[in-house]
């Protein structure tokens, strides 16, 4: 814990910091690791009704009830044939008022880069709808590149119920 | 009656405790700053709520004493008598008898002598008259507390000789006194009237001190709602041990772990129970104000105000209920004049009563009146474009009369206070859903109409009905449920797209529930389905309308505690919140209301778009 706190409070000084990097489909996505809990094998999923396919539904994680997602389905990263092997693990991402989990295919590692490796997203990807770039910067590392995520934006509200309102109005008509 | 009086008894003795322990600590307060006026205001306003408590109560020992005290305080209040150590220490005094009063009151053994404290304060109060009166110093009045305030020290024993002693020398004193004086009349007036109570306050004064506790604490029901959370992980918590660790153990083992946890789960849940009579009990004064501006006359009747049920429960539905009593009065009863036309007593009856049942309590709110006008609903859901006619009349009667809980209905033409403005209904049942409840509606022609309102006695455990549908298991709440059936494909109808089944009488619409929830996946689950040779069909009720829904497999029927769904998927329809199996896996609490809901507004919008 200690460890941690002192790891965040560098980041906020523009120094070290410390990501937890996983795979989804072939791109690697970085997350700090003050936003990750723990990494759990990923336990029996009860799926909710009316939900976009990607929210895979709740699980029991420790007596706490969790919504997980698989994001290279929301990021359409999913390919047919590695239906098999995925979904081994879960992220617990946690911030003030939400909890969630994330499926991954392998345990992700960690990686300490310093303020200055990670740029803003802003100057890479000119996308006008800025409301849904879940992008947040990149990490260019030598041959390597890590696109840092805001998780959260994934499972704001609007972008779940706009999701579920456009299933509504289909299902409607 | 009895028990009622019990219930007013008890509160008041707890009430009361709490101002005298209020009184004690103002009391401390004020000997460190004795010319803080808002705490001799605090003062002031307690002995007189204290004081028409115990009127009220009939308590009139207790409301003569706390009147004794507010006199002084009034006096106090005014500045005519100037507080002193000596006042303090009656006043202390005072207050300890007024606990021991109020502690009489529940333990019969108790005597408590108060006469002499209380006569101490009056005379401070008559002295302190006399003294203004007299316009003179308080000088001679203070010196002889003093002489008493020494004589308190001696043995009880010594008491008769002392005061024999004291009375001369009083006498002497008094006597030189008055020649000070130039009013020697009020002196001795004075000094009869001390001698008369010297030796009542004097035995009081020789009493020990001893700090007696209320029995009763107060809690705040934030910390209870805190401590029923944590029962609930506890009890998911055991389920989960014993299903892991039921292979390798006997059952038994288990046992002891699981009497003890129910225990907590249900003495806990007991802390929390309030009489419904605490509720039922303020309704009289509602109904008095309905009625009379409804100028009828209005018997309000109360059964079963013992019953027990969750105090939040009846937080939450208290409005609904004052809702439904004022309809009643409002729409229901008619006044006396249609009454006695139509041979029946001129004073119309309220009964409001409640009971306890398997699925908890039940509360029916019942007038005598004229009825629900079916006809008279039907005609304004037309009007209102709701359903055309053709499809109003084959509605059976429940079903027309559920149109009185849609937003904006209301037949009542004319707007008044009480009720017309076509809110309030819907508001009610929102309510009742948001406990987990149920309401229906039951009503004859010219012999009146009955609410019944199915509550839940907690909100923490619900009973319900587990089943299976496509490898995962849900719950829905026995509140909800009607019967469960088992059917061979040939009883069930397909009407158009609709599926219907035949159940004692009723044709009811029924559907799959996988294909409500998961419609991406219902084609070719639907066609499996159909070779099954039997199909298991919950059937539900809401608000009058009825449901047959589908499921996999049945399994058991459990007591559950509920969680609410967190953020991100705190939206979710149809799920009003999850459980944790004994398994580890997450089960699903299904919302039968918004279910029900859901697909009765979507075959409103389908006949809408036909009627256009």
């Given amino acids: 814990m200690e460890t941690i706190k002192e790891k965040n409070q560098k980041s906020e000084n523009g120094q070290k910091s410390q990501l937890i990097v996983f795979r989804l489909g072939d791109e690697e996505y970085g997350l ?6 723990e990494v759990v094998p990923t336990p029996h999923i009860t799926r909710l009704p009316q939900t976009p396919s990607y929210v895979k539904g709740v699980a029991n994680i420790r007596g706490n009830i969790i919504a997980v997602v698989d994001l290279e389905e929301k990021f359409g990263l999913k390919k047919e044939d590695q239906q098999e092997q995925k979904d081994n693990y879960t992220l617990v991402i946690e911030s003030n008022e939400v909890k969630m989990g994330v499926l991954v295919r392998e345990l992700p590692n960690t990686l300490n880069v310093t303020q200055s490796q990670i740029e803003d997203a802003g100057n890479i990807i000119q996308d006008g709808n800025s409301d849904q770039s879940y992008i947040k910067g990149i990490v260019k590392l030598e041959d390597r590149l890590i696109i840092m995520l805001d998780v959260f934006k994934t499972m704001s509200e609007n972008e779940l119920s706009s999701v579920f309102k456009h299933n509504k109005s289909n299902e409607n008509a | 009656m009895s028990n009622k009086e019990k219930e007013y008894k008890d509160l008041f003795i707890s009430e009361a405790s709490q101002m005298v322990g209020e009184l004690e600590n103002f009391l401390t307060k004020l000997e460190k700053e004795p010319s803080d006026t808002k705490t001799i205001d605090s003062i002031f306003r307690i002995t007189h709520t204290l004081k028409g408590n115990a009127a009220g109560m009939g308590y009139e020992v207790i409301s003569k004493f706390a009147h004794a005290l507010e006199d002084l305080f009034s006096e106090i209040k005014n500045k005519t008598i100037l507080l002193e150590a000596d006042i303090f220490n009656s006043l202390f005094k005072a207050t300890d008898t007024l606990n021991e009063l109020v502690n009489a009151l529940s333990d019969e053994t108790l005597v408590v002598k108060h006469r002499g404290i209380q006569r101490k304060l009056e005379v401070i109060v008559e002295n302190n008259k006399k003294t203004i009166a007299a316009n003179k110093s308080p000088q001679s009045s203070t010196k002889k507390a003093i002489t008493g305030k020494n004589l308190q020290t001696k043995t009880p024993g010594k008491t008769q000789e002392t005061s024999d002693k004291e009375k001369k020398l009083e006498q002497l004193q008094s006597q030189l006194d008055s020649h ?90 007991d802390v929390r129970l309030v009489q419904v009579g605490f509720l039922f009990n303020k309704f009289h004064r509602v109904v008095r104000d309905a009625a009379s501006t409804e100028k009828k006359q209005v018997d309000l009747v109360i059964e079963g105000s013992e019953t027990e049920i969750d105090r939040n429960i009846l937080q939450i539905i208290s409005d609904s209920l004052i809702h439904l009593i004022r309809n009643a009065i409002g729409h229901g009863l008619e006044s006396e004049k249609d009454r006695l036309a139509q041979k029946k007593q001129g004073v119309g009856k309220l009964t409001l009563s409640a009971r306890n049942e398997s699925e908890g309590v039940v509360i029916d709110i019942k007038d005598d009146g004229k009825g629900i006008d079916i006809e008279r609903i039907k005609a304004k859901i037309v009007q209102k474009g709701w359903l055309d006619t ?46 987990g409840g149920n309401i229906k509606v039951s009503t004859e022609a010219g012999k009146g109409s009955t609410f019944t309102l199915i509550l839940p006695s907690s909100m923490a455990v619900k009973a ?149």
């Fill in chain 2, 390 to 435: 053709i499809t109003a009349e084959k509605m059976s009667k429940e079903e027309i009369i559920s149109f009185i809980f849609e937003p904006g209905f209301s037949t009542n033409e004319t707007v008044n206070s009480i009720s017309g403005r076509g809110v309030g209904m819907d508001v009610v049942k929102k309510a009742i859903d948001s406990v």
């Fill in chain 2, 464 to 612: 319900t009905l587990l089943f299976e549908v496509g490898h995962a298991q849900y719950a829905v709440p026995l509140a909800y449920t009607d019967a469960v059936l088992s059917l061979e494909r040939k009883k069930i109808h397909k009407i158009q797209n609709r599926l219907m089944i035949n159940h004692q009488g009723n044709t009811i619409e029924t559907i799959f529930l996988r294909n409500l929830f998961f419609p991406e996946m219902s084609l070719k689950n639907e066609l499996h389905d159909q070779s099954a040779a039997k199909w298991n069909v919950i059937l539900v009720n809401y608000n009058g309308r009825k449901l047959g829904l589908v499921v996999d497999k049945l399994l058991q029927q459990k007591e559950i505690v509920e969680k609410p769904l967190k953020k991100p998927v705190d939206f979710v329809r149809f799920i009003s919140g999850v459980t944790i199996l004994g398994n580890g896996k997450v089960c699903l609490v299904i919302n039968i209301p918004q279910v029900i809901q859901k697909l009765f507004n979507h075959s409103l919008t389908v006949n809408a778009t036909a009627v256009a």
């Fill in chain 2, 180 to 269: 000070h004086q130039e009013n020697k009349k009020t002196e001795e007036l004075q000094t009869e009237a001390y001698d008369e109570n010297h030796q009542m306050i004097q035995a009081c004064e020789n009493e020990p001190k001893k700090i007696s506790f209320s029995d009763m604490v107060q809690v705040p029901v934030q910390k209870l709602d805190n401590l029923l959370n944590l029962v609930g992980e506890l009890i998911i918590e055991r389920d989960r041990l014993i299903t892991t660790h039921e292979a390798n153990v006997s059952r038994n083992e288990f046992n002891r772990l699981r009497r003890v946890t129910s225990d907590l789960q249900y003495s806990v849940m």
């Fill in chain 1, 32 to 37: 700090q690791i003050g936003q990750i809990k």
